[in-house]
């Protein structure tokens, strides 16, 4: 059974930083694909990053370019986003997902974590 765990969302100011981190297990972590969507309210969900199986190869979403990094740790079985100069329309519940293919990543994900809320204030 794959899961993926989320943590590190909160409440910070516009500006300010965040680190999410997700936890995977039940799958072979080097074979697959991470990345993560965001779902503000009322909004559909929408891709924010991805990362290679192999790390090396990454993809933002035009919105956080230059802003937000995402990194992995294989051994570790854990993916990363640091979310830097965070803006209130960043905020959103974060989602970590999961997928074999990077290349249609921001398309669709087989796995996804149940999500983080960031909540960045004015």
């Known amino acids: 059974q794959v899961q993926l765990v989320e943590s590190g969302g909160g409440l910070v100011q516009a500006g300010g930083s965040l680190g999410l981190s997700c936890a995977a297990s039940?799958?072979?972590?080097?074979?697959?694909?991470m990345g993560w969507f965001r779902q503000a309210p009322g909004k559909e969900r929408e891709f924010v990053a991805s990362?290679?199986?192999?790390?090396?190869?990454?993809s933002y979403a035009d919105s956080v370019k230059g802003r937000f990094t995402i990194s992995r740790d294989n051994p570790k079985s854990t993916v990363y986003l640091q979310l830097n100069s965070l803006k209130p329309e960043d905020t959103a519940v974060y989602y970590c997902a999961a997928d074999k293919d990077f290349w249609s990543f921001r398309f669709r994900a087989t796995y996804w974590g149940q999500g983080t809320q960031v909540t960045v204030s004015s």
């Open positions: 990362i290679r199986s192999g790390g090396g190869i990454t």
């Open positions: 039940g799958l072979t972590f080097s074979n697959y694909a």
